[in-house]
């Protein structure tokens, strides 16, 4: 029986084949995909939950050399060749070219393993080492041994830019920042640049699974080209697997072409994002106009509808005196707000709540503490959905 190809390929001839060739592949090898598309002439759509229940039957009996942080609970195993790690590793070092070259780069991140290795990498830091001391180490780097460039998370680059500007330390040495792994929202770039006034400032959409998923536009730097050599990204309507409209925010699908060992195919990551024509004219590349990242950071409202959190943090972020806040649900009317603030703000913090919500959930309450503490992976997430 021969595999349909998703609508979101139908009009890319080398996504079409691509995606027919590991969906035929897994179908005849692969232990879980002989059950999964059995007597199907469509690729269902894998989400998170339905690969941990068979991640062992996806790893084909083989062991794995790679996982997820597990940031969102248990981490997927999987499995990465050789070639697949060369081709992912080749499109970081052309990123890199386009972007004017390697530089001498300290790289702030949450280190894996406490190998050999990493310990003797003098531009390899702690991601969950604090603040203050992550600036030492930047002015450290300085003096012995001229760095130029840094690349951390987002979460991390606001905290740190935050504090470079109140202690008004001079870092204009520093001419290229790199911002990863989560979603960039646009107060966290523009503090990072007021930081680092005479960095160039790059992102790029990544995850553990697929390494560099879109790389931004040099051109266009709101836009991020995907790797649609070996990845074939699919953004879908909220409720239905139907592709979204440009400018219309879906649910990111990503099918891996390459990964024959742990196949991807039609996996559902758990990111939101809004595809778009880059009009850079440079590419034909398919591109992303907008990523906003998790479903983790969706709440939950009493009519079961998910709703970003993206839609009420630039309030709480614009607070007088808001320094640190995390949001965490606990329920679909609890919730714990943590903030770090230079004064009470339980009635503006309400205000913000009845306002995107419609209603005031019963359960609200403030945390207020002296810093809220990044997760074991050492990157800091605005909220948190237990739901």
């Not at 040495?173 to 160039?200: C, D, M, T, W, Y």
Request: charged share 25%.
């Amino acid at each position: 029986m021969t595999m349909q190809v998703p609508l979101s390929f139908q009009e890319r001839p080398y996504a079409r084949e691509h995606f027919l060739k590991i969906a035929e592949y897994a179908r005849l090898n692969n232990a879980f995909y002989k059950q999964w598309l059995a007597g199907q002439d469509q690729v269902p759509i894998l989400d998170r939950k339905t690969f941990l229940e068979n991640n062992d039957a996806i790893l084909n009996g083989q062991s794995h050399n790679g996982k997820t942080s597990g940031s969102t609970g248990v981490p997927v195993r999987y499995i990465h060749s050789p070639r697949r790690r060369a081709m992912s590793q080749a499109d970081t070092q052309a990123f890199i070219k386009a972007l004017g070259g390697k530089m001498r780069c300290l790289r702030m991140v949450y280190k894996r393993t406490q190998s050999d290795r990493e310990k003797a990498d003098p531009d390899l830091m702690d991601v969950k080492s604090p603040i203050a001391q992550q600036i030492e180490y930047i002015l450290q780097r300085r003096r012995e041994g001229q760095i130029t460039a840094i690349t951390t998370y987002p979460s991390n680059a606001d905290m740190l830019a935050q504090e470079i500007l109140e202690r008004g330390i001079d870092v204009s040495f520093i001419e290229r920042f790199g911002l990863f792994s989560e979603n960039v929202e646009p107060f966290q770039r523009e503090r990072v640049q007021q930081a680092f006034p005479n960095a160039k400032i790059w992102t790029s959409y990544s995850s553990m699974e697929f390494g560099m998923i879109a790389a931004q536009c040099q051109h266009e730097p709101d836009f991020h080209h995907i790797m649609a050599h070996r990845l074939g990204v699919e953004v879908l309507k909220e409720n239905e697997d139907a592709p979204a409209e440009d400018g219309e925010r879906g649910r990111v699908v990503i099918t891996d072409y390459v990964n024959r060992r742990s196949p991807f195919i039609r996996y559902e990551i758990g990111d939101y994002a809004v595809k778009g024509a880059c009009p850079c004219g440079k590419t034909a590349l398919p591109a992303l106009r907008s990523i906003y990242g998790k479903v983790r950071g969706a709440l939950v409202h009493r009519d079961g509808k998910r709703h970003l959190f993206a839609d009420i943090s630039y309030d709480l972020r614009d607070l007088p005196g808001m320094r640190q806040y995390q949001v965490v649900q606990h329920s679909v009317e609890d919730f714990t707000v943590r903030i770090h603030a230079a004064q009470p703000l339980d009635e503006e913090v309400k205000a913000i709540f009845l306002n995107h919500f419609g209603y005031l959930p019963e359960g609200l309450k403030m945390d207020y503490m002296d810093e809220i503490a990044k997760g074991e992976n050492g990157k800091f997430y605005h909220s948190i959905c237990e739901v």
